[in-house]
């Protein structure tokens, strides 16, 4: 079993800040970088931290595909609503901004959606309805990508894993937080069974002869070919519910797209005349405010009910635990805050990497 190191959360995001710098961000800009993938390691969602950083980031950045500098542009702006431009800068940035936007919104007047155009990878979905949350609201965003997923009796990649996703607060020590993609699973998770060099579940990937495959870098490999596709929430065909997932994946597509006259498909597959070209993704922020409704912490308390009843009801032979969306997250916290990050031998190497190529000093890692 390959080794695993374990580094602090503050050393990771200095570093993560310093090699964002180091790529020509800007500093505050690179501290919210850093901040969105930190958040997904310490909530123990490995495939959305620094695992991303060298492979989403940094080398999009070093091919010229996503700008370092972003010039967040508001298009169209109402009461409630506006329509905002990444210009292909960094994700991360114009969508925490356009959070805070939609729950500034939402502040004075109940309710506020924005939506994005022209943006990249915005890191884990969660992060920004966890924003919402903390506030006293409901938050929701969605966001397309790059085309995986094969839609329900069909063989090619047409729509991307495309998250939806809600956070919701509670009167417990964390938000209820519903972060997965439509997809049955999502590249980022074949990536992590990859560098373990584990086998995955059959059913994840449907090649273009309707056959699935376990073999993770089979798997990778075809899917950047275009020759095998991620199936929807549900898997393959109808008996599971894979409609669902295709369906939802669909609106997801449509609201980060035909919203923001935005591209859509196969337009996002990040080539164009086989080179590459921005990606140009969408992603739409909602904040809803709970006092518009009722009492927040009446809301907190019911809401917090429901999840404890869900959780302490009948379970299934051999199962210890019942759990509601977010308390994984929230356990992972509990075991790394004063652990840190895993680094395993994969990532061990890009960290090194980045440090090396940037001259970053002062990094003296155990490996």
Known sequence: MDHIDWIDFATMERFMVDVFVGLGVPRHEAEICADVLITADKRGIDSHGINRLKPIYYDRIKEGIQLPVTRFEILREGPTTAVTDCHNGMGMVASRRSMEMAIDKASRFGMGM????????????????????????????????????????GIENMLGTNPLVFGIPTDEDFPFVIDCATSTTQRGKIEVYARKNRKMPDGWVIDRNG??????????????????????????????????????????????????????????????????????????????????????????????????????SKKMPGQERIFTAGEKEYDAWLYRKDRGVPIDESLRKDIVAMRDELGLKGYDFPF
């Open 211 to 312: 056959e699935t495959t376990s073999d993770p870098h089979a798997a990778l490999k075809a899917l950047i070919d275009g020759t095998a596709a991620l199936t929807p929430l549900g898997g393959i065909g109808e008996d599971g519910g894979g409609y669902k997932g295709y369906g939802y994946a669909t609106v997801v597509e449509i609201l980060c797209a035909a919203l923001q006259a935005g591209n859509f498909l196969k337009a996002l597959s990040g080539f164009e005349n086989g080179r590459k070209v921005p990606y140009g993704l969408g992603h739409f922020f909602m904040a809803i405010k709970v006092e518009a409704f009722t009492e927040l912490p009446k809301f907190k308390k019911t809401t917090g009910e429901i999840l404890r009843a869900l959780r302490s």
């Open 114 to 153: 924005v939506a994005v155009r022209n943006s990249t990878h915005y890191g884990m979905a969660g992060y920004y309805p966890i924003m919402a949350a903390e506030k006293g609201m409901i938050g929701i965003t969605g966001s397309n990508a790059r085309p995986s997923i094969a839609p329900t009796f």
